[in-house]
């Protein structure tokens, strides 16, 4: 009987220790400058451009993606310059936010939004991609 309990206590445990494990090698290579990884709602990705560098480069994916900018906010912190971009596409809300990352890198963060509780991780990408493609 301990021994059926200590096994399905392993069982259990194991598929989330890997989906960790997963999570924190994606982010790793993130914070490298260059990998993109899915957080819960989005995407994710440190790119080599000042923040102001990502900013334009998002207006120019914005504008490529048919993706409607509502919103502008930029915001000064300890670290710098912090801006949040968002927009609107056919029925989905997208926020884009960059945060200083270092000297001259940026963290970009996407959210595709459906609804209130689904979210377009496929179009956050596409954003995301196009954004690291026009900071270079």
């Known amino acids: 009987m301990r021994r059926s309990t200590i ?7 194991s598929p989330a220790a ?3 494990a997963g999570c924190m090698v994606a982010a790793a290579g993130a914070g490298a400058g260059g990998g993109i990884y899915f957080t819960q709602r989005g995407v994710e990705s440190v790119v080599p451009a000042t923040v102001e560098r990502a ?8 504008d490529e993606l048919k993706v409607r900018q509502t919103k502008s906010q930029v915001e000064q912190g300890e670290g ?11 029925n989905r809300e997208v926020s884009v936010t960059l945060k200083p990352e270092g000297k001259n890198a940026t963290r970009v963060q996407v959210v595709a939004k459906r ?6 991780k496929d179009f956050a990408r596409s ?7 026009y900071s270079r």
């Open 80 to 90: 710098g310059e912090r801006r949040e971009i968002e927009g609107t596409a056919g």
């Open 115 to 120: 609804t209130a509780v689904t979210w377009d």
């Open 55 to 62: 900013a334009a480069a998002t207006t120019q994916a914005f």
């Open 7 to 13: 096994t399905r206590s392993w069982a259990a445990a």
């Open 127 to 133: 954003v995301l991609d196009k954004i690291v493609a």
């Open 18 to 20: 890997l989906l960790l």
